[in-house]
């Protein structure tokens, strides 16, 4: 039988520029594919807005990146991943790729028993959904999961703080419940979060494992091209195409410090 085929890139979706934790680890997993990635950035923080403003955002930049043909969709932001998806499957017939149930997923592997403890971090909106304890009760409904919203992780890893002493304080602070009463995984359920794993790994000890839904995803992603997206043939150069909502500038400046190998020579800003 012959295989089959589909050159068209991938779209790749985030609030801004903490999306390129999940390309970094799509580009390296699927090196003959092409991506554009889209940085809604004139409207980031998703993560404290409301689930109506979330689907109306996340329908609005799907549409930008299907509108340049793109075969499947990827949805780097866990915000997005929590409050949109729904709507958004419900508007496109492109296959969607969110980050909660790769992640899930990915915790699910390393759980010992039905007693573990789960831990959750996100912005405001992903925790206050609720989609990630949702997501792991479907797995094994006896689970103890504990959520915590992390709002300041985000500014810190923007603003590159990621080695300073304020913010070894503000982590330490944040994840006191998690220190008082230890979770044996910690699922890091914000796109920005993984910049911040040696801090984190360091304060919550050894005995916690983390789940980095940015490596999740590309593994659930090999999944679906072996289902409903078909690879690309044979493709020597790997193309990405950058775009954002607002100041480009400003963009590659952070991209710096999520993609310390890509270089991200040129972003086009793009009204949606
Ligand atoms: N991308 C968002 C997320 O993963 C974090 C930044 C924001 O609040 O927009 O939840």
Same mark, same amino acid.
């Given at each position: 039988?012959?295989?089959?085929?589909?050159?068209?890139?991938?779209?790749?979706?985030?609030?801004?520029?903490?999306?390129?934790?999940?390309?970094?680890?799509?580009?390296?997993?699927?090196?003959?594919?092409?991506?554009?990635?889209?940085?809604?950035?004139?409207?980031?923080?998703?993560?404290?807005?409301?689930?109506?403003?979330?689907?109306?955002?996340?329908?609005?930049?799907? !549409?930008? %990146? @299907?509108?340049?043909?793109?075969?499947?969709? *990827?949805?780097?932001?866990?915000? +997005?991943?929590? &409050? $949109?998806l729904?709507?958004?499957?419900?508007?496109?017939?492109?296959?969607?790729?969110g980050?909660?149930?790769?992640?899930?997923?990915?915790?699910?592997?390393h759980?010992?028993?039905?007693n573990?403890?789960?831990?959750?971090?996100?912005?405001r909106s992903?925790?206050?959904?609720?989609?990630?304890?949702?997501?792991?009760?479907?797995?094994?409904?006896?689970?103890?999961?504990?959520?915590?919203?992390?709002?300041?992780?985000?500014?810190?890893?923007?603003?590159?703080?990621?080695e300073h002493?304020?913010?070894?304080?503000?982590?330490?602070?944040?994840?006191?419940?998690?220190?008082?009463?230890?979770? !044996?995984? %910690? @699922?890091?359920?914000?796109?920005?979060?993984? *910049?911040?794993?040696?801090?984190? +790994?360091?304060? &919550? $000890?050894?005995?916690?494992?983390?789940?980095?839904?940015?490596?999740?995803?590309?593994?659930?992603?090999?999944?679906?091209?072996?289902?409903?997206?078909?690879?690309?043939?044979?493709n020597?150069?790997?193309m990405?195409?950058?775009?954002?909502?607002?100041?480009?500038?400003?963009?590659?400046?952070?991209?710096?410090?999520?993609?310390?190998?890509?270089?991200?020579?040129?972003v086009?800003?793009?009204?949606?």
């Open positions: 039988m012959k295989t089959q085929y589909d050159s068209r890139p991938i779209g790749i979706f985030d609030s801004g520029v903490g999306g390129l934790t999940v390309l970094k680890e799509l580009l390296a997993a699927f090196p003959n594919e092409n991506f554009i990635y889209l940085g809604d950035t004139a409207r980031v923080p998703y993560g404290a807005k409301s689930t109506r403003t979330i689907e109306r955002y996340t329908i609005q930049v799907a !549409d930008f %990146l @299907i509108r340049r043909n793109v075969k499947g969709l *990827v949805a780097a932001c866990n915000t +997005a991943s929590a &409050l $949109g729904g709507a958004l499957r419900a508007h496109c017939d492109t296959p969607v790729l980050v909660i149930q790769p992640g899930c997923q990915q915790a699910m592997e759980i010992k028993d039905k573990s403890h789960i831990g959750i971090i996100g912005t992903t925790i206050a959904s609720g989609a990630y304890p949702n997501t792991l009760a479907l797995f094994e409904p006896q689970l103890k999961v504990s959520s915590l919203a992390c709002p300041l992780f985000v500014p810190l890893v923007e603003e590159g703080w990621l002493t304020a913010t070894r304080i503000i982590v330490e602070e944040n994840l006191a419940p998690f220190i008082k009463n230890p979770v !044996d995984i %910690l @699922i890091l359920g914000c796109t920005h979060y993984p *910049v911040l794993k040696p801090v984190i +790994a360091q304060i &919550l $000890g050894k005995k916690t494992i983390l789940i980095d839904s940015a490596e999740a995803v590309s593994e659930s992603l090999g999944k679906l091209f072996k289902k409903v997206i078909l690879p690309t043939q044979n020597n150069t790997q990405v195409e950058f775009y954002v909502t607002d100041v480009a500038d400003r963009f590659q400046e952070v991209a710096g410090r999520f993609l310390d190998s890509l270089n991200v020579a040129s086009e800003m793009v009204d949606l």
